[in-house]
């Protein structure tokens, strides 16, 4: 079946530190990986994707290389800011008809001055 | 443009009320998804719509149903609310030829069951 693990929270950082949070994933087939973001009283936003192997996907000065051999799609920020403050969950389509999406718990990450 | 867009944001309830939660979307997608998100959950889904006029269950659907109006509007309705339903409901939507596998998220409703 398709299932992701998601790196444990909360996270705390300050602010200019670099950011992982880790993901793995399990999956039938090659399903394409996301990452959203979810900020205080708001719906979730795509941050970024890859729809294939060793695709990198980035945007906001995020990263994520889709690693089809260790099965992972693991977050990166060289230097995060304080409105990075947010929830992250890592998800991976099923690429069916319908697109279902299998999400990970989240993780909180906050950023201190 | 609106996106996803949901009502209402907040309710509360007491055990045994009904409710329908609405939802529409103004992207011409096809495909409409109920989720649900609790502490340490993450985000699991009710039911989806895979076009208009079909719906399926999803991970979790005992309590649940659904009607998908037409295809901009997918709604979610409660019977018979439990306080196990206390949780933060989001509506999606995704079907863009051009982003098929993205989904649109709407800004969620926050219900309490008493």
């Known amino acids: 079946g398709n299932s992701v693990t998601q790196m444990e929270g909360p996270v705390t950082l300050s602010e200019e530190a670099f950011l992982t949070i880790n993901c793995t994933y399990t999956a039938t087939g090659y399903p394409s990986l996301f990452w959203y973001v979810q900020y205080p009283g708001e719906g979730l936003q795509l941050l970024l994707k890859?729809?294939?192997?060793?695709d990198k996907g980035s945007n906001k000065g995020f990263e994520a290389t889709y690693r089809k051999e260790t099965t992972s799609f693991h977050l990166e920020k060289g230097s995060v800011q304080v409105s990075d403050s947010a929830v992250y969950f890592c998800a991976l389509s099923d690429q069916t008809g319908a697109n279902n999406l299998f999400f990970g718990t989240g993780t909180r990450l906050t950023v201190i001055p | 443009n609106a996106g996803v867009t949901q009502t209402p944001k907040f309710q509360v309830l007491k055990t045994g009320q009904s409710m329908t939660l609405q939802c529409a979307q103004d992207m011409n997608h096809n495909s409409m998804y109920w989720y649900r998100q609790d502490p340490g959950m993450g985000l699991r889904l009710i039911y989806y719509?895979?076009?208009?006029?079909?719906?399926d269950k999803g991970e979790v659907p005992n309590g649940y149903n659904v009607s998908r109006l037409n295809k901009r509007e997918f709604s979610l309705r409660l019977e018979s609310a439990a306080p196990s339903q206390t949780s933060v409901y989001f509506c999606?939507?995704?079907?863009?030829?051009?982003?098929?596998?993205?989904?649109?998220f709407g800004p969620g409703t926050r219900l309490t069951v008493t």
């Open positions: 999606a939507s995704s079907g863009d030829g051009r982003k098929p596998y993205e989904q649109y």
């Open positions: 719509s895979a076009s208009e006029g079909t719906t």
């Open positions: 890859a729809t294939k192997a060793d």
